[in-house]
């Protein structure tokens, strides 16, 4: 969801998956307080008129819901690339969340990024398209995302027989270390048999002549014949047609899958603040209407000063950065912010 303009982390009230229904309507799939994706509305993405399934209200959109907001407008043409054909250049979704003309631009730059890192590692490896038999997909789109969504967006290889969705694999490999004595060496022994060759994308220039196509097609309205002619005039093999994977296996419902007796609670209150204040900043709140989480206050403290609080348990920085980015007076720096406990911010 970076970059998306209602874009948030993967969390409760997130939408994480689109589904198309009858007339033209939308099931909007949002993650409940247990992380459970739910169908909570049904919407007319042109006019955001909804009938709510289920108590969920969606707050934002994060990226597995993002890839299939992409794919599912492709395939019912509402998105026509670069553009969004509704009367107001707008995808309806639930809860007054709209995902819009730039966000498919953005949202086109990231997969057309992963697209072209698939095809410059088939290019450097040399294998056919069709060798590529299986695809593992982890984290998110280990759990959320729909392959067949996936693949239509360009985030997983277009020839495929089998797809696994393996979950949240970081933290499977987390509790396998913690309950076996041997789980680090036996990990270790495993890496030590793979046989790699690095490739650094940002000097390959297989990946610089792809790139560029998919900016072009993503972006700026290229067609795919045009896309093909274009690699192929760079010495590069075109893409297929999509051939859909005959097997799709998945392995978990949810990104924590064994959530244990006592339940999941999302911790509230961390203790502290991250506060500061930066010359020049001129109190428009900019940074606190962009931030997706609602994890930021601007207050004044006279003098024409003001201070920047984020709540540490809803952001740290490492995501979206929105409120850093929409600076009018370019002042504001995340990472100059200060801890603070919580009750000495008076």
Not at 10 to 36: F, R
Not at 58 to 86: F, N, Q
Not at 247 to 263: M, Y
Not at 293 to 318: D, P, W, Y
Request: net charge negative; aromatic share 6%.
């Amino acid at each position: 969801g970076q970059s998306i303009d209602f874009g948030m982390l993967a969390a409760p009230q997130a939408i994480s998956d689109i589904a198309l229904g009858e007339n033209g309507l939308w099931y909007n799939i949002v993650l409940s307080d247990k992380l459970h994706p739910v169908r909570a509305a049904l919407v007319d993405p042109r006019t955001g008129k909804e009938d709510r399934l289920d108590g969920t209200i969606a707050r934002g959109i994060t990226g597995t819901g993002t890839v299939a907001a992409m794919a599912v407008g492709l395939e019912t043409g509402i998105i026509k690339l670069p553009y969004v054909d509704t009367p107001d250049r707008k995808i309806h979704l639930t809860n007054g969340i709209t995902f819009g003309e730039e966000d498919v631009r953005e949202a086109g730059k990231a997969t057309g990024a992963i697209r072209a890192g698939h095809r410059t590692l088939i290019e450097e490896v040399g294998v056919a398209d069709e060798e590529v038999r299986t695809m593992y997909m982890a984290g998110a789109s280990g759990t959320y995302v729909d392959p067949i969504k996936a693949q239509t967006v360009g985030l997983i290889p277009r020839v495929l027989e089998k797809t696994v969705q393996a979950g949240n694999t970081s933290l499977m490999m987390s509790y396998d270390i913690l309950v076996d004595d041997d789980g680090l060496d036996k990990m270790q022994d495993v890496a030590n048999a793979i046989s790699s060759k690095h490739i650094m994308f940002a000097s390959s220039k297989v990946f610089e002549d792809i790139y560029v196509n998919e900016i072009a097609y993503w972006t700026e309205g290229m067609s795919m014949e045009m896309y093909n002619e274009m690699v192929q005039h760079a010495g590069l093999r075109p893409l297929p047609d999509i051939v859909r994977p005959k097997e799709i296996v998945r392995l978990v419902l949810s990104d924590i899958p064994v959530i244990g007796a006592r339940g999941l609670k999302t911790l509230d209150d961390v203790g502290v603040y991250l506060m500061g204040s930066f010359e020049g900043c001129i109190g428009c709140k900019k940074c606190q209407k962009e931030c997706p989480e609602c994890a930021l206050q601007v207050s004044a403290m006279g003098h024409k000063k003001f201070l920047i609080r984020v709540n540490t348990e809803h952001c740290l920085g490492t995501a979206c950065k929105k409120c850093q980015s929409v600076c009018p007076e370019s002042v504001y720096d995340f990472s100059a912010l200060k801890i603070v406990k919580k009750g000495e911010d008076a």
